[in-house]
């Protein structure tokens, strides 16, 4: 067996260590408006990340919870018995609850759904719908069913375009003007 050759290491002469300095300084770029606005860049990510009640690793935060006990009919006495809440030192400091509930907010709010299909989906569509019009048996049969769609996966994938509006609307307004049209080779033209 041959022998591992081993390089030393050489400095890198063409390398700034005033800017790699400043780059490793720089606090990083936080997409998320509420985490940055309590990021404070005095303190480590875990610390800020502590402090807005945000967990740095789920790892830990899961094994750390408690495991539900089985309750017992003393059990349940007990917590019963006990209704006096916690005293919390004046030191301790709660997290900033602000960052979680907007995150929160932010996460149940209902975002706008953009789907749309490819151009080559809708020139499908439009073709097969202008020359076959619904009759789905035909469209399977004709000679432009390069994909081999069955009638069934013809009309769920045209059922799919009528239900993108915006793609749709634009079809039904070529189609009132008449700048759509099948011309004698079969092919379709939309002006």
């Excluded at 303190?43 to 094994?63: R, V």
């Excluded at 059922?159 to 009132?176: A, G, P, S, T």
Aim: contains cysteine; charged residues 35%.
């Amino acid at each position: 067996m041959g022998k591992v050759k081993r390089r030393f290491k050489k400095f890198r002469y063409n390398v700034n260590r005033r800017k790699q300095w400043r780059k490793l300084k720089r606090l990083p770029h936080i997409e998320c408006d509420p985490i940055r606005e309590a990021w404070d860049s005095h303190k480590s990510t875990n610390e800020n990340l502590k402090e807005m009640g945000i967990s740095s690793d789920a790892n830990k935060t899961i094994h750390s919870l408690p495991k539900p006990k089985k309750l017992t009919s003393q059990a349940i006495d007990a917590e019963q018995q006990e209704t006096e809440l916690p005293v919390t030192s004046r030191n301790a400091k709660l997290p900033k609850t602000t960052v979680v509930e907007t995150l929160e907010e932010e996460a149940t709010r209902p975002q706008p759904k953009t789907f749309a299909l490819s151009k080559p989906w809708v020139r499908y569509c439009i073709y097969m719908m202008e020359k076959h019009g619904a009759n789905y048996k035909a469209m399977a049969k004709d000679t432009k069913n390069y994909f081999q769609d069955t009638p069934k996966q013809l009309e769920v994938k045209i059922q799919k375009f009528k239900n993108v509006k915006e793609q749709f609307d634009i079809y039904l307004k070529k189609k009132q003007s008449g700048s759509i049209r099948i011309d004698d080779n079969d092919e379709l033209i939309i002006e």
